[in-house]
């Protein structure tokens, strides 16, 4: 081991000399511009013969493209007329409504009625409270459209993941197949498919609600898998004694079995969706991201505030009755009597939506929130960015300026200055050491595909960014996951803190961020730590709370202090947890690093924005894939790193 610690020692010293000190040629320093292959131009290509010539007997790729959209258009439109539209006659100004839309009333019930369900009585209120905000701040018809894209891509994205989890599950090369597909899915910055979704299926609605399936589709597959192979043995054994087919064993055994593990998928995927309706905004989704995305553009300080909010308390109503109900399956209740004795909610809900429905002719509140009963945060908001900044802006710029030459700078010039086949050389090198041959295989073609793309220096500003990020996330995530573990009240102090910066939506950090300190990399560097920061702490947390409570024994017998028993026994133990913990923050830095592109960093995440902008295909795969070749380099590493100081530990 120490012989190791020498060699990894002098390799950072080396690269810091390379950095610092050498002054090399640009041909040493990027890869030369022979080895580059025009990936962009062969994938713009094979994209335009795709749209344009490629067919299936008389029917093209175009048609089949269009009428998949038109399948998935249509129940998109039911929920809408459900939810926002009602069923009119005539268009524009002379629409006339025959049957209004559910009432803010009937919805808010509705919400309250599931919350009652799933857990109890005050899930309920909350739900409705959070229901009610959203109506009270002018937010819901923008809600509503949104929760129109949710009703419909939860459904589908959980639908299609449960079926290749169950083909996956049954034969093994179709899980083979599936496990790159999911990890570039989950790696691909999403702002790179929303390219190929652009030109595939047109700007609008269905192109979103599809780009929004096919980013939350990926856990609920993984969790399908895991969930089914958790299926005790026995039982298993029984429905075939039973004499179960292959597909009744799976309908009426496994999968019910498997039920509270896969609402567990579920709730991702809600989760998921409305992570993605910000972004899936930019090729015409509507809503609550519209009006995110079109605040930050304008730098409406107060109106992006509130757009963020309101996507927060959806978020978290559907999150909490998403959690609820994965509890609620595991003790279903068997119940007797006619339907609305067994379904007194369902019926309570009807009933409201009918009353509120008719009555809203007679009493428009009922109906719609009046507009002059609406209040508005919109100036608070503007007011005080704008006295933080007339107060406070020398300090503020002395805060900036100072993280610029002391930390940012220094590191850019740092990873621009070292050499490709340098970096390369030692990733290589760390990858054998972790992982052997294959993962070092794995971390060079990799590296090399990065190279021959032409985008090396843009790869590493990417890296300086996110590992910069990473570090000060980590810096401040593992002392508040040691005390959220050691101490229960800051435990759930800090839990309800991190939980709200997980449902924020990742736009509305850029918001404030950009008021306070403009545009720039400092900007992005303290979005991205907010975005990254919740593994951090979470996964710190459980590790330690996850240590035997034998070993703590052990240690207080040994006359070891609370320093000691936490330096020496709780945080070896929690290694690989908080490793772990290290691998999701980096992933989170950098799906936020291409968000951070609207603020002005000159990183991959600009190209594929600048693709998006352009709907370049080839130049925004290609620039997905890089940062994507990025997050498996770092996850493969650390998941590596992660799996030998388990199999020390099982060893001590």
């Known amino acids: 081991m120490t012989p190791w610690r020498g060699i990894w020692a002098g390799l950072a010293l080396v690269a810091l000399g390379l950095a610092v000190l050498a002054s090399l040629p640009a041909g040493w320093l990027w890869p030369p511009q022979a080895m580059q292959v025009p990936f962009a131009g062969w994938l713009t290509a094979a994209m335009t013969w795709l749209t344009d010539s490629a067919a299936i007997g008389p029917v093209t790729v175009k048609d089949l493209t269009r009428g998949f959209a038109t399948l998935v258009e249509a129940p998109y439109e039911v929920v809408k007329v459900l939810l926002v539209d009602g069923i009119t006659e005539g268009k524009g100004r002379r629409a006339t409504t025959i049957i209004p839309p559910l009432s803010w009333v009937a919805v808010t019930v509705a919400a309250v009625a599931l919350g009652h369900f799933a857990r109890d009585i005050w899930l309920g209120l909350l739900a409705g409270a959070l229901m009610t905000y959203l109506a009270v701040f002018g937010q819901w018809d923008s809600a509503m459209v949104t929760l129109a894209s949710i009703a419909i891509a939860v459904p589908l994205g959980v639908l299609g993941g449960v079926a290749l989890g169950i083909a996956a599950w049954r034969w093994p090369w179709v899980e083979r197949v599936l496990s790159p ?136 109503v559907l999150d909490r009755l998403g959690q609820a109900m994965s509890e609620r399956v595991a003790r279903a209740e068997v119940r007797q009597g006619n339907w609305w004795r067994r379904h007194p909610r369902t019926t309570l809900v009807l009933v409201v939506a009918l009353l509120t429905g008719a009555l809203g002719q007679l009493v428009p509140a009922l109906q719609d929130w009046p507009k002059a009963w609406e209040i508005t945060t919109k100036p608070f908001w503007a007011d005080l960015i704008r006295h933080i900044n007339l107060s406070y802006f020398d300090q503020l710029e002395a805060v900036r300026v100072w993280f610029l030459e002391a930390l940012l700078l220094p590191v850019r010039r740092f990873f ?124 710190t947390a459980h590790g330690l709370r996850s240590v035997p409570p034998e070993l703590i024994e052990a240690g207080v017998v040994c006359g070891c202090t609370r320093a000691q028993i936490l330096r020496k026994i709780q945080l070896p133990m929690a290694v690989p947890m908080i490793l772990l913990g290290l691998n999701q923050t980096i992933l989170l830095a950098l799906s936020m690093l291409v968000i951070t592109a609207l603020v002005g960093t000159r990183d991959l995440g600009q190209e594929v924005y600048s693709a998006l902008a352009t709907a370049d295909v080839g130049r925004g795969l290609v620039s997905g894939l890089a940062v994507a070749a990025i997050a498996i380099i770092a996850d493969r590493l650390i998941g590596a790193a992660a799996g030998r100081a388990r199999a020390r530990l099982e060893v001590a």
């Open 416 to 539: 621009l200055g070292l050499p490709w086949l340098f970096l390369l050389a030692v990733l290589a090198l760390a990858g054998w050491r972790l992982g052997g041959l294959r993962l070092a295989g794995l971390v060079l073609a990799l590296g090399l595909f990065i190279a021959a793309t032409g985008l090396w220096e843009l790869a590493m500003i990417t890296v300086y960014l996110c590992g910069l990020s990473v570090v000060i996330a980590m810096l401040i995530g593992l002392p508040l996951g040691i005390l959220a573990a050691l101490n229960e009240t800051a435990g759930k102090v800090i839990g309800a803190v991190v939980d709200t910066l997980q449902t924020l939506p990742s736009f509305v950090y850029l918001i404030p961020v950009v008021m306070l300190f403009r545009v720039g990399d400092f900007s992005a560097m303290i979005a991205v730590v907010l975005f990254a920061l919740v593994p951090a702490v979470k996964y």
């Open 181 to 316: 597909v999911l990890d570039l899915m989950q790696t691909i910055p999403t702002f790179a498919f929303l390219v190929p979704i652009l030109v595939l299926f047109g700007f609008g609605p269905v192109a979103a609600l599809l780009a929004t399936i096919i980013y939350a589709m990926p856990p609920m597959v993984r969790v399908t898998i895991v969930a089914l192979r958790a299926v005790p043995s026995e039982i298993l054994d029984f429905a075939s004694m039973a004499g179960c087919t292959p597909g009744q064993r799976m309908r009426k055994v496994m999968l019910p079995v498997a039920i509270p593990d896969l609402m567990v998928g579920v709730n991702q995927v809600i989760m998921l969706s409305l992570n993605m309706v910000i972004i899936a905004s930019m090729i015409g989704a509507g809503g609550l991201g519209a009006d995110v995305l079109a605040s930050l553009r304008q730098l409406n300080i107060g109106g992006g505030i509130e757009a963020g909010l309101a996507i927060t308390a959806l978020a978290v």
